[in-house]
């Protein structure tokens, strides 16, 4: 593995906890929103920071990572390996242990639901969030992972960034992904709603998430572009889009400033090199997308057998999420990225054997 001297990997893992903390309030029954959410008047949650956040890192390293692709068949083999090994894990390790929380009168493997939820979640756009009789009495009713939503417009950010592929020169590039971040903009902005039509329907996306997503991938994208080689000059730049994010908070306008800020924040304080934490990624492994993939249903499971209040379910789920994604990476995630040059590799063994 390269060696990552940066701060993304420690907001990425930043980003799957604060997703953890901000699901333990509904999941364990309470009213009360999150302490984000009662600080800004629900403008912004903490939920909101960490998948967004999410969102930003993605399009500034797979934008990176599609430059450097030789073509796209590497390019999507490489975001499969990245997104559906653990995705299946995680999903059959739910059919198998799913009966040790199940209560229905149909028995469980006759049960039609049960074998359709890991074909439908593996689809991706044809999301299937429960299984009859599973968590059914829990204070979140009948959800088994909630957090699995968003991977399908994770995969449409995948398909909008490798059609910019045949796209080589590098100023229309960039012009491209400037239009792309203002379009999107303007939409989630002021037309949230425009093309929210039977075909988003089919594929379960709205168009308010779809316009959102976009315009904080395609920030990350753009700040690809960008680099301050004047240090002071950069954290000038941060600090200032730190107050600006904070007076928009307090002046009610966020919603006009957080695409702009929140990716310069997210991507200029990622690209720093800050001691200790710049190894984070090195030391425990790139556990936040195990983390995200595996909490809620950790959280359901210990709703349903102890029945927690809030700050339990934050600290316990938290720990087991960890623990989980820690596994994840070493045993699946890992394993599955040692094939990212397969296709590469198959093309150079080709082109020598044509020789």
């Not at 599609?66 to 390790?93: H, M, Q, T």
Request: hydrophobic share 50%; proline share 3%.
């Amino acid at each position: 593995m390269i060696s990552r001297t940066n701060n993304l990997d420690f907001l990425r893992l930043i980003f799957a906890s604060i997703v953890v903390v901000t699901h333990s309030y509904p999941l364990s029954g309470t009213a009360e929103r999150d302490f984000l959410s009662n600080f800004t008047s629900s403008q912004i949650a903490l939920s909101y920071i960490g998948v967004k956040g999410f969102f930003i890192i993605s399009g500034y390293l797979i934008f990176k990572s599609l430059l450097r692709c030789e073509n796209l068949f590497d390019f999507y083999w490489k975001r499969i390996l990245r997104l559906f090994p653990a995705l299946l894990i995680v999903l059959v390790l739910t059919v198998l242990f799913a009966p040790a929380v199940y209560e229905n009168p149909v028995p469980y493997w006759q049960n039609k639901s049960v074998f359709t939820y890991i074909p439908h979640n593996l689809s991706l756009f044809f999301l299937q969030f429960k299984i009859n009789g599973v968590f059914e009495n829990n204070p979140y009713k009948g959800v088994i992972n909630g957090s699995l939503w968003t991977i399908r417009y994770e995969f449409c950010m995948y398909i909008m960034a490798s059609s910019l592929f045949f796209i080589r020169k590098k100023n229309i590039l960039k012009t491209i992904v400037i239009l792309i971040f203002i379009l999107s903009y303007i939409l989630s902005v002021f037309y949230p709603d425009f093309m929210n039509g039977p075909l988003l329907h089919i594929m379960s996306l709205s168009s308010v998430s779809l316009y959102d997503f976009t315009c904080f991938f395609s920030g990350g994208m753009l700040l690809t572009y960008i680099n301050f080689k004047d240090r002071k000059f950069e954290n000038i730049i941060i600090i200032t889009s730190l107050i600006l994010f904070i007076v928009s908070l307090y002046s009610n306008i966020s919603l006009y400033t957080c695409f702009f800020t929140l990716p310069i924040l997210v991507i200029l304080i990622g690209k720093k090199s800050t001691k200790y934490i710049n190894k984070i990624g090195n030391t425990l492994g790139d556990i936040s997308y195990g983390i995200y993939i595996y909490s809620f249903p950790i959280q359901q499971a210990l709703m349903y057998f102890f029945k927690l209040d809030l700050i339990s379910l934050m600290v316990s789920s938290l720990l087991l999420s960890f623990i989980m994604g820690y596994i994840s990476w070493h045993l699946i995630e890992k394993k599955a990225l040692e094939y990212k040059n397969l296709v590469n590799n198959l093309q150079i063994k080709r082109q020598r054997l044509a020789k």
